[in-house]
T-cell receptor, first 116, second 112 residues
């Protein structure tokens, strides 16, 4: 079974520029999550999708961050304009309730964003 | 209410020793407590998880101890190996499919 795919793996941009990250979840996983992991901290949820609908975006800075999950499969996360404090690893995860393990979330390798 | 506190921040253990990482939570609605292992440049991977209806769960060298009344849970790694050197995160969530709230992480180093 292929894992969660993310691209790009690394991105360096200037502040005030825009950037987009892409995620392809594990096939058949209805739930998709985007987490932000700042260096030295645990991941923090930005947004959660169930199929193509948003379930939880309470911690998403909506003035600059946006995300979509068209057709309930792939997802993109966009930052516009980026700030220095957005430097972090952006992790995508997916889960399926058909698995025996409770709420197991499978994480991709992440995209490391550096804002200069 | 949503925080999960994790300690220690870093831990150095000799090969063959026991590694112990502790977490505490406030939100009594949490009902799922996983531990994730993360290697540099990789995403977190589920190591072991527990529900509050049991006090202990063991999988190989890894054991979770859970104290519901104290709102604390811990990870014990027996016979620690250099390959266990990684960052470990405890987490908690309220219901199946809801967000995971992560602790701050513990960087474990196992010396050969």
């Amino acid at each position: 079974e292929a894992g969660v795919a993310q691209s790009p793996r690394y991105k360096i941009i200037e502040k005030r520029q825009s950037v987009a990250f892409w995620c392809n979840p594990i096939s058949g996983h209805a739930t998709l999550y985007w987490y932000q992991q700042i260096l030295g901290q645990g991941p923090k949820l930005l947004i959660q999708f169930q199929n193509n609908g948003v379930v939880d975006d309470s911690q998403l800075p909506k003035d600059r961050f946006s995300a979509e999950r068209l057709k309930g499969v792939d997802s993109t996360l966009k930052i516009q304009p980026a700030k220095l404090e957005d430097s972090a690893v952006y992790l995508c995860a997916s889960s399926s309730f058909r698995k025996k393990l409770y709420n197991e979330q499978f994480f991709g390798p992440g995209t490391r964003l550096t804002v200069l | 209410q949503q925080q999960v506190k994790q300690s220690p921040q870093s831990l150095i253990v000799q090969k063959g020793g026991i590694s112990i990482i502790n977490c505490a939570y406030e939100n009594t609605a949490f009902d799922y407590f996983p531990w994730y292992q993360q290697f540099p440049g990789k995403g977190p991977a589920l190591l072991i998880a527990i529900r509050p209806d049991v006090s202990e769960k063991k999988e190989g060298r890894f054991t979770i101890s859970f104290n519901k009344s104290a709102k604390q849970f811990s990870l014990h790694i027996m016979d620690s190996q250099p390959g266990d050197s990684a960052t470990y995160f405890c987490a908690a969530s309220r219901a199946s499919g809801s967000r995971l709230t992560f602790g701050e992480g513990t960087q474990l180093t196992v010396n050969p």
